[in-house]
């Protein structure tokens, strides 16, 4: 440990990852075929159909959110989604083998003792059966299937927390010395003043031609639009006061409070218009479905353009070419929205790419060059400023660095096995050497114990867990029925 303190915190970090992201199935090892109603049976336990889609939905739906909406069935694909949900599956029928075979069970009073602390299914801080049926209908689920699923995810947590021995004394103060060893430097800052970088037209071009597909035109829609005014009929004071007096709430200012009639008249008198050519709209609408009538204006309009609301959009997103809307309110009148063609994104013309490309160029020549420059001044860095001992965490102990910086200086350079050289952060260089390091800072270890005693923990759990894992997969013969989608 003392020898190679440096790279505990690397070695650690690895192992903890490991465990999470490897690949226990040998996916060019196994037949495909077809067994009734299952993708895979693992020992003694059967991954069905049923398990595989329920989880592959929920897979999907949790990228599909985190990527904006913007997941398809091609990209999943890509991703290789399939075989991260079905790993997924065969890992825990690893694990319920594993419960099987040593009398772990689960009854249905902890089920139901599970259910019940659930705040979803919960009103009034009390369970609520109507409440329960109502979220699993909308996750399209019956309670049988969700209570097996439940009954499953306990089996595996508590065969699981067998294998989550606390930490000794020992590691927790390994642990410690790897994430608070304390290193005193002599640095220097660069920044993107200290360099001058030059635009040769042609290296400029190159560039371009080796990133087009960073440059692409934005996703675009073919449109035929016939908009609809609203009525010209002037409403009388009782209809406006009619209105008002049931759509007040429509009407209120920027702290959410309703507006005095007398203030909203003219937007009023201008919904009621609005509402009064609904039906002309309507009536456009089948005109211009069936070829009775023309729009009155084409045009190409990129996705998301500020020109109609996120209504609107959502219903021209989801159509096919050729569909027609309809009637939406636009400003202040209606539009009828033939969806003519999607046009899809190409990369743009060196041209339409310029400025993008000239500022990306720069910013990359400009990174080269700070490079260069700490790395030549790392090399003799005698007058460089002299730091105290700084640990991870010393964000504000590297003037003139920022806190953010220094946090993105600090964590490269604990993960490095240089002793000096030239860490890169966003628009700024640090050339460093390391002049004194400490292994284990006790104040530090002291003031984070519970912080460190849990992750030890965690990291321990984990090492023996990957150990069952691979114990279980040479006990345990696996066979996939699942067919990979062409």
């Known amino acids: 440990m003392q020898k190679h303190r440096k790279y505990l915190v690397i070695t650690i970090w690895i192992s903890t990852i490991a465990f ?3 690949g226990f199935v040998g996916w060019g090892t196994y037949q495909y075929g077809s067994k009734s109603n299952s993708v895979a049976v693992v020992g003694d336990v059967p991954v069905t159909l049923e398990e595989f889609q329920y989880a592959y939905r929920n897979t999907y739906q949790q990228y599909n959110q985190a990527m904006g909406g913007t997941l398809d069935e091609a990209t999943a694909k890509k991703m290789g989604l399939q075989k991260q949900v079905l790993q997924s599956l065969i890992y825990q029928a690893l694990i319920k083998n594993f419960a099987k075979d040593h009398g772990i069970v689960v009854s249905d009073e902890e089920v139901q003792k599970a259910i019940l602390a659930i705040p979803a299914f919960q009103k009034d801080g009390k369970f609520d059966k109507s409440t329960y049926v109502a979220v699993l209908q909308g996750m399209r689920m019956k309670p049988k299937v969700f209570e097996e699923s439940l009954k499953n995810d306990i089996l595996i947590k508590k065969t699981l927390s067998l294998l989550s021995p606390a ?6 103060e390994g642990f410690g010395a790897a994430l608070f060893m304390a290193d005193r430097l002599r640095y220097k800052v660069f920044t993107a003043d200290d360099v001058t970088v030059e635009i040769d037209e042609n290296e400029l071009k190159k560039y371009w031609e080796s990133h087009k597909d960073a440059y692409m035109t934005p996703k675009r829609f073919k449109l035929a639009i016939l908009w609809v005014a609203p009525s010209e009929e002037e409403p009388s004071n009782e209809e406006v006061e009619a ?8 009407f209120t200012d920027e702290k959410g409070e309703i507006l005095p009639l007398e203030k909203v008249r003219e937007k009023v008198v201008e919904a009621i218009r609005l509402k009064k050519a609904k039906k002309s709209a309507q009536l456009a609408y089948i005109d211009l479905k069936k070829g009775k009538k023309e729009a009155n204006e084409e045009k190409i309009v990129d996705a998301g353009d500020e020109i ?3 209504d609107v959009w959502e219903a021209i997103e989801g159509a096919v070419a050729g569909t027609t809307l309809k009637p939406k309110v636009v400003g202040n009148r209606y539009a009828v929205i033939k969806v003519e063609e999607l046009i899809l994104p190409k990369p743009k013309s060196f041209e339409e790419a310029y400025a993008d490309v000239k500022e990306d160029f720069l910013k990359t020549k400009r990174a080269e060059a700070l490079q260069k420059m700490a790395e030549d001044a790392s090399k003799n860095l005698a007058d460089a400023t002299l730091s105290d001992y700084v640990t991870r965490d010393s964000v504000d102990k590297l003037p003139p660095l920022s806190k953010a910086e220094a946090a993105a200086f600090l964590q490269r350079l604990f993960g490095s ?5 030239a860490i890169l952060l ?3 260089a640090v050339s460093y050497t390391i002049v004194e390091q400490k292994l284990l800072d006790t104040d530090k270890l002291q003031q984070h114990k519970a912080f460190v005693e849990e992750n030890t923990g965690k990291i321990k759990s984990n090492l023996l867990q990957d150990n069952l894992i691979a114990r279980l997969q040479q006990k345990y013969p696996i066979e996939i029925f699942l067919k990979e989608a062409e």
């Open 167 to 172: 930490a000794t004394p020992l590691e927790v």
């Open 20 to 22: 999470v992201g490897a």
């Open 308 to 310: 109609f609301g996120a």
């Open 426 to 428: 966003d628009n700024k």
């Open 243 to 250: 209105y008002y007096k049931e759509n007040r709430t429509d």
């Open 417 to 421: 096995e240089k002793r000096s050289g």
